[in-house]
């Protein structure tokens, strides 16, 4: 089953510390051009980075992101020295969520594959937040804990995937990169374990799991069948052309 959205795109906040945190979520479904990336060598040289600006410094790129951004998606720093500003996420996630219905049940879904969502955040806003505003925003019932927030980045006409860790911050890296997504991408997905935890996932969850598995194995009964029909019904038209038994 696929997943069809058809929700609104309002704010909602989220408190700690007596900040505020805002989100907001805009979908598009139009699909990027997938590479082959591969891993990042350099995090730990890229973390020192940035952990070393300072208030005016911060005040310098968000005035020239904002001067390079050509589009309405600006930073606004506030006179606390907190900002914010809007990060694209894209997901990627091959396995079905378990979305929680209107009348409080639950089913699973296949979210749209390169699905993109902007999301409204500050700069003390975590990548565990992100993760969660994400799943929040789809009505998701998983365990964040499932998923993870990668850095998709180009150098050198190359592409790589780094796995971001859940104390950084997300709007942080946008502001060092700039407004260039080709630069400096996010991306949504499952947490790379290797082989799959079933005991990780919830009775509810297996049960839908296990019904989307037998109605695939059926369509691809059904699919199957019909081409060996079709390839049956060929061959006995050209026996009966050929004169032969048919």
Not at 64 to 92: C, W
Not at 182 to 208: C, H, K, Y
């Amino acid at each position: 089953m696929t997943w069809t959205s058809t929700m609104s795109s309002g704010y909602s906040s989220l408190e700690e510390d007596s900040e505020e945190y805002f989100f907001t979520a805009r979908t598009s479904f139009f699909k990027k051009p997938s590479g082959k990336p591969t891993q990042c060598k350099d995090v730990e040289q890229e973390r020192e980075l940035r952990t070393h600006l300072s208030r005016e410094e911060i005040r310098q790129k968000v005035e020239l992101y904002n001067s390079s951004s050509k589009d309405h998606l600006k930073m606004t720093l506030n006179p606390s020295g907190v900002y914010t500003g809007f990060i694209k996420v894209q997901l990627e996630l091959r396995r079905p969520v378990t979305v929680r219905g209107g009348g409080g049940g639950e089913e699973a879904f296949y979210l749209p594959q390169g699905a993109n969502n902007t999301l409204h955040i500050s700069s003390n806003n975590t990548v565990r937040q992100v993760i969660q505003a994400l799943l929040t925003k789809f009505t998701v019932a998983d365990n964040p804990a499932k998923y993870a927030l990668y850095k998709r980045c180009r150098r050198d006409e190359h592409e790589y995937m780094c796995r971001l860790s859940e104390g950084e911050h997300p709007l942080f890296l946008r502001l060092l990169a700039g407004p260039n997504t080709d630069t400096l991408g996010f991306v949504l997905r499952e947490q790379q374990t290797g082989e799959v935890m079933w005991e990780a996932f919830s009775i509810p969850e297996l049960g839908n799991f296990l019904r989307m598995l037998e109605k695939e194995e059926t369509e691809r009964v059904c699919s199957v069948t019909r081409r060996y029909d079709n390839y049956r019904l060929k061959l006995q038209e050209a026996m009966r052309a050929a004169g032969g038994p048919g």
